[in-house]
Nanobody
């Protein structure tokens, strides 16, 4: 069973930085991509960033320049670096992973970690 465990969320002040971590139970060799989404109360889940097995990254325009994504393949871990945080960044942040099963792929989600930015 694939497990994704997020950590690093918390309460910060506007302008602060925070780094979220997501550890996957699946080897990087079988991971096509890892990414982050967020969901604020009353809003739909929103794409934030992805990193692919090639190393290519994709970051949403809404956070580009403030957020970045990276990975440690040896540790099967993806990171979301967040800086210049704003109150509107307050949300539950979810890690996601696309796992290659040779005959196809499947997407998995973590339980989420809360990020609260106070003004």
């Amino acid at each position: 069973q694939v497990q994704l465990v997020e950590s690093g969320g918390g309460l910060v002040q506007a302008g602060d930085s925070l780094t979220l971590s997501c550890v996957s139970s699946v080897s990087s060799r079988s991971t096509l991509s890892m990414g982050w989404y967020r969901q604020a109360p009353g809003n739909q889940r929103e794409f934030i960033a992805s990193i692919y097995s090639s190393g290519r990254t994709s970051v949403a325009d809404s956070v580009k320049g403030r957020f970045g994504i990276s990975r440690d393949s040896a540790q099967n871990t993806a990171y979301l670096q967040m800086s210049s945080l704003k109150p509107e960044d307050t949300a539950v942040y979810y890690c996601t992973s696309r796992v290659d099963f040779t005959v196809g792929y499947e997407d998995y989600w973590g339980q989420g970690t809360q990020v609260t930015v106070s003004s």
